[in-house]
């Protein structure tokens, strides 16, 4: 019977609470992920997730723009605009992350986990021993490790 540590990935990466929108999301881009554990004074808290990032960019202000025929001109000195860009970017990892989300202990069975994944519609689980991340276990972990 395969063990929750025969497909956890521990090649992960945490975020700092305090972390700002703009480094998650860059962090997200540069190193491909979609699912950041968040840590604050050495435990795990949360979760930042792509859903989460893109429920905030879809609130991202839009610039003000003229129209003139297929010509747009920008109109960037807009107090509204720039009062919402400000805000945006002074949301941090805490303010991004999600406290929803599936654990797991490296000794858990897989089949057990797999099954609540399944039913309680969870996209990953994260493996933790205490208040500390140990690994994380995603679709696609599951796919390329479970044949």
Do not use: C
């Not at 990935?9 to 699912?35: C, Q, W």
């Not at 723009?65 to 807009?78: G, H, K, R, Y």
């Not at 509204?80 to 945006?88: A, I, R, S, Y």
Request: hydrophobic letters at 45%.
């Amino acid at each position: 019977m395969k063990k929750i540590s025969d497909v956890m990935n521990t090649d992960l990466i945490t975020i700092d609470a305090n972390l700002s929108f703009e480094k998650v999301l860059k962090i997200m881009i540069e190193k491909g992920v979609g699912k950041l554990p968040v840590i604050e004074n050495g435990k795990l808290i949360g979760v930042v997730t792509r859903d989460d990032v893109l429920v905030r960019q879809e609130t991202a202000p839009l610039p003000p723009v003229v129209a003139f025929w297929d010509l747009l001109i920008t109109l960037p000195e807009s107090k509204n605009f720039k009062e919402k860009l400000k805000k945006l970017s002074a949301y941090t990892a805490k303010d991004l992350m999600t406290k929803k989300y599936k654990v797991a202990k490296k000794t858990d069975d897989l089949a057990v986990v797999v099954d609540q994944i399944v039913e309680q519609h969870y996209n990953f689980v994260l493996v933790v021993e205490g208040d500390s991340i140990e690994g994380i276990i995603t679709k696609t972990d599951l796919i390329n490790k479970s044949f």
